[in-house]
């Protein structure tokens, strides 16, 4: 059994086998958050992109827990030049191994640059083999159809966000269930700011109704384990 905290936006723990990961923490500037920074040590932290909303946080939390950062080469030398080089650079391919399972990097349809303007490289999702489970993020992207192949080999749980404007909404959200045909499907990168305002319990709905996938809906900082 793995144990997720979904914090608000696209910010998420995982405790799994005596391992934390930390993924895209955005807490203290979030609106939703009720996370106190603070209070997360994770041992790892998996970063999707380079956007304020995704790393805003993690430069702290790593110097005061020491995690090591997962990431592209683009965002591991940026943390890289701000004195932080305990990372694993990848590129979106195939699963590396590490302590706590597996970790693929998947392509994501989105645009990419650090806070400064720097380059980012292509943004990307994160595939998890954690504990025997299938975990997917799909840190901020379109809808795309090779999400087909993300989920074969079954997936348990899927992170998609239904923000529209920025990323998926709803509907294409929606769709990307269809192909990614996962066990739980959990909403992330919705009602942080006005643009991005959506109606999860109704995302839920129509996502009970039209496929097969359970769907939760956490509060910020509300835990869960599946
Ligand atoms: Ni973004
Ligand atoms: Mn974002």
Known sequence: MNRFTWHGHATVSIETSGHSLLIDPFLKDNPVSVTDPESLSPDFVLITHGHEDHVADAADIIRRSGAQLISTPEITGWFARQGIDNSHAMNIGGFSEFPFGRL?????WHSNSLPDGSYGGMPTGLLLELNGQRVYHAGDTALF??????????????FLPIG???TMGPEEALRAVELLRPGTVVPIHYNTFPPIRQDAAAFKAS????????????EPGESFGI
């Open 145 to 158: 159809s090779d999400m087909e192949l993300i989920g074969e080999g079954g997936l348990d749980l899927a």
């Open 104 to 108: 693929k990097l998947t392509p994501a």
């Open 207 to 218: 996502c009970e109704a039209e496929t097969a996938a359970r769907c939760l809906v956490p």
């Open 164 to 166: 529209s404007n920025f």
